[in-house]
């Protein structure tokens, strides 16, 4: 299986900060990385696909790059609304497997 | 536009078939754009992607889980279920029904649409 490695697992920020996930695959996994917010009480949602692509509907605050083995997640000016948890998922290969998750909490 | 909901018992005892339904409403569960997946979360830990259902009928399971788990969509009741036998403590967790799309540009798919998850506690 892929590992997916997620740093930090946790992190404070106030609104306003730019906030940076990364994700590092224990192989190369070209750019087949997504990324999902999850927040207690809601169903997940898909931010960026295929490590750079912006999902419909998605604020264009969130942005993703990497390719290989080394993926970033950066969330621009954090607003209220951004407050959650957030993991990579590699659609490489099977089993698709996912990060530990980043939770983003406020300073 | 697509809503996911996932249902089923909320507790299950060990040794018992873990079953859930994903009723899927605003659209048809079989397409050439997406397939569907189950993914679960036991508490205090992160995703698991337990395995997905194609519009071929063909499945793919998380191989820790292939021995015990079955998918299958139901097009005259617009449902995919999930069965997980010989139920354990290990099992506890929120399950998610997702949409996995395929996007052809980039050769690649995602789980673009979720249900809120159903959370099932074996004991």
């Known amino acids: 299986d892929i590992q997916m490695t997620q740093s930090p697992s946790s992190l404070s920020a106030l609104v306003g900060d730019r906030v940076t996930i990364t994700c590092r695959a224990s192989q190369s996994i070209d750019t087949y990385i997504n990324w999902y917010q999850l927040k207690p009480g809601t169903a997940p949602r898909l931010l960026i696909y295929a490590a750079s692509n912006l999902h419909s509907g998605v604020p264009s605050r969130f942005s993703g790059t990497g390719s290989g083995t080394d993926f970033t997640l950066i969330i621009n000016r954090l607003e209220p609304e951004d407050f959650a948890t957030y993991f990579c998922q590699q659609s490489y290969t099977i089993p698709r497997t996912f990060g530990q998750g980043t939770r983003v909490e406020v300073k | 536009q697509m809503q996911l909901q996932e249902s089923g018992p909320r507790l299950v005892k060990p040794s018992e078939t873990l079953s859930l339904i994903c009723s899927v409403s605003?659209?048809?569960?079989?397409?050439?754009?997406?397939?569907w997946a189950w993914i679960r979360q036991p508490p205090g830990k992160g995703l698991e992607w337990i395995g997905s259902?194609?519009?071929?009928?063909?499945?793919h399971f998380n191989p820790s889980l292939m021995s015990r788990v079955a998918i299958s969509a139901d097009t005259s009741r617009n449902q995919v279920s999930l069965k997980l036998t010989s139920a354990t403590a290990a099992d506890t967790a929120l399950y998610y029904c997702?949409?996995?799309?395929?996007?052809?540009?980039?050769?690649?798919?995602?789980?673009?649409?979720w249900g809120l998850g159903t959370k099932v506690i074996v004991s």
């Open positions: 997702a949409r996995l799309a395929w996007i052809v540009r980039d050769m690649a798919d995602a789980f673009d649409m």
């Open positions: 605003g659209g048809p569960i079989i397409s050439n754009s997406y397939s």
């Open positions: 259902v194609y519009q071929s009928g063909t499945t």
